[in-house]
């Protein structure tokens, strides 16, 4: 059976979704967790982009140990030179250069002709190779290039010492048999192809991203590059945990496999969701809520009789466990530390104290604490920010006929308290505008969502909020039973993150950089 190698770019590609902005340490938090899924190659950057981007890279690249990592570079000797600083510290490096071949992005992007084009990407391949031994080389917009020019193209880089050529469906535009024949034309007319992997990265404007990453497998696609969750530019790229089970429940049809850690897919699902702020909607294939549910009475009775009547792959796969311990208010450290050890969690003494005390205050609030509860309760402080500001209490008055009023008290990290009120438009508008009075901050708030993490009128809330001061943006967490508790939770997290930000001098937003 054929290895097919995967390529992770949620830290590069997928942290350019629309208001996503990770920190370093979220940054490492995510590559770790891709090694221990077994990927093979993660690409954690754009060093050029800006210096928290190469510090961010640069901190992955010190931090795991089993999996390639990748840094991506325009086709300029300064981007080059910005992955080589980056990727210093790292056990396997690949620099991944790209420069644009279609007559669209010639035309207009780069207003270079063909044979300029070829001129560019080949001095930035030769130049790159000086320093690395694997060299990828995409050129974007592969998907409407014209076919002889990416034969040319794909010949070009492999006489100049590309060890990979990706072939991105940059606007997600092709349907699987034109994208399959791609591949089906590059291996049967390239010099030379044998001797380097070929790539696939597509994503999902039209739907067809996994679709068509599965037809250049069909077609002799090395590699295939995506996302956790399928996030990215736009509708996002490939969801790698797609292509990952389609692979391995049809592997009688692909012939192909990877070697990934299937049972590792969950969590790393819910890390990616976590830290970047994006939900998975429920009907999302592999990984969404109800992927595994079983609704209707037929189905049921299907489920009751023969699994395999109505499902293609278990959900122990890709590590969801039926949870036979539920824990209440009764249960004690011992059966709470034994959950947290089922649940895949390593924390220290101090963690646990820190966790079993916010166990039992849930747990006097809510009769049965399950495993989502205690997966949200941990993971809302997955990322220790220091804590500039706690909040100590919240108060509010809310009528439909009054004004909404919300008093906000809050230990500092110097030991001492404030407390400050404010009106709003709302309760949560009157809670953050007394935030902001009482932490002397001022902020815009881009993105607020709140979601309840299991059913229930006692369910906990999660809100997840983005807010942005001049040239920063952060994002902040906050779970609790009270949706408004949970507000101020995460507002209070965001402003400590922004405090901690504020302090590096490096930026991490790529909003100047074009991609040329
Ligand atoms: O979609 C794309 O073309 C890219 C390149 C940088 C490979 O992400
Ligand atoms: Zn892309």
Do not use: W
Not at 58 to 84: C, H, T, Y
Not at 258 to 275: C, N, Q
Not at 347 to 363: C, S, T
Not at 424 to 436: E, L, Q
């Amino acid at each position: 059976m054929r290895k097919i190698y995967i390529f992770d770019t949620t830290l590069r590609d997928g942290e350019q979704s629309p208001g996503v902005n990770l920190n370093m340490q979220e940054k490492v938090e995510i590559a770790l967790q891709l090694e221990k899924l077994g990927i093979d190659r993660i690409e954690a950057g754009f060093p050029a982009a800006s210096p928290g981007d190469l510090a961010g890279v640069n901190a992955v690249a010190r931090a795991v140990k089993n999996a390639s990592i990748i840094g991506l570079a325009r086709s300029r000797e300064q981007d080059i030179e910005a992955v080589r600083e980056a990727l210093q510290g790292a056990q396997d490096p690949c620099i991944h250069l790209f420069l644009a071949t279609s007559p669209i992005h010639r035309k207009h992007k780069l207003r270079m002709e063909k044979h300029e084009v070829l001129e560019r990407a080949e001095a930035a391949i030769r130049y790159a190779k000086k320093y690395f031994d694997k060299v990828e080389f995409s050129p974007e917009d592969a998907g409407r290039t014209e076919l002889d020019f990416l034969c040319e193209v794909t010949a070009m880089a492999i006489r100049a010492g590309a060890t990979v050529v990706n072939i991105p469906d940059t606007v997600g535009y092709l349907n699987p048999s034109e994208f399959g024949n791609i591949f089906k034309t590059l291996k049967e007319n390239v010099p030379g192809i044998e001797k380097i992997q070929l790539s696939a990265h597509c994503h999902d404007d039209l739907g067809m991203a996994t679709a068509n990453a599965l037809a250049a497998v069909l077609n002799g696609a090395d590699q295939i590059e995506g996302t956790i969750n399928g996030i990215g530019e736009r509708a996002g790229n490939t969801s790698l945990e797609e292509v990952v089970m389609a692979l391995e429940t049809r592997h009688d049809y692909f012939q192909a496999k990877t070697s990934l850690v299937l049972g590792e897919i969950a969590r790393t699902s819910r890390l990616v969701s976590k830290l970047t702020g994006m939900p998975v909607p429920g009907n999302k294939a592999i990984v969404g809520a109800n992927a595994f549910a079983h609704e209707s009475g037929i189905h049921q009775d299907g489920m009751l009789k023969e699994k395999t009547t109505y499902e293609i792959m278990s959900p122990e796969m890709i590590g969801l466990k039926d949870s036979k311990l539920v824990l209440g208010k009764h249960s004690g450290r011992h059966a709470f530390r034994e959950k947290l050890v089922d649940l895949g969690y390593v924390l220290g003494d101090e963690q646990v104290n820190a966790a079993f005390a916010k166990f039992k205050d849930l747990a006097d609030k809510k009769k049965n604490v399950t495993d989502e509860d205690i997966r949200a309760l941990i993971e809302e402080k997955l990322i220790e920010t220091p804590e500039v500001f706690v909040l100590d209490t919240i108060q509010l008055t809310y009528g439909n006929q009054s004004v909404p009023t919300a008093t906000i008290r809050v230990t500092t990290i110097e030991g001492g308290s404030a407390e400050e009120a404010a009106v709003g438009n709302g309760s949560v508008d009157a809670i953050y505008k007394a935030i902001d009075k009482v932490t002397n901050e001022e902020v815009e708030l881009e993105d607020y969502s709140i979601k309840s993490v299991t059913h229930g009128k006692d369910a906990l809330g999660e809100v997840h909020v983005v807010m942005r001061q001049g040239e920063y943006s952060v994002q902040g967490r906050g779970v609790s039973t009270d949706i408004l508790e949970a507000s101020a939770r995460a507002y209070i997290d965001a402003i400590n993150r922004l405090i901690e930000k504020r302090k590096s001098p490096a930026r991490s937003s790529r909003d100047n950089v074009t991609l040329i």
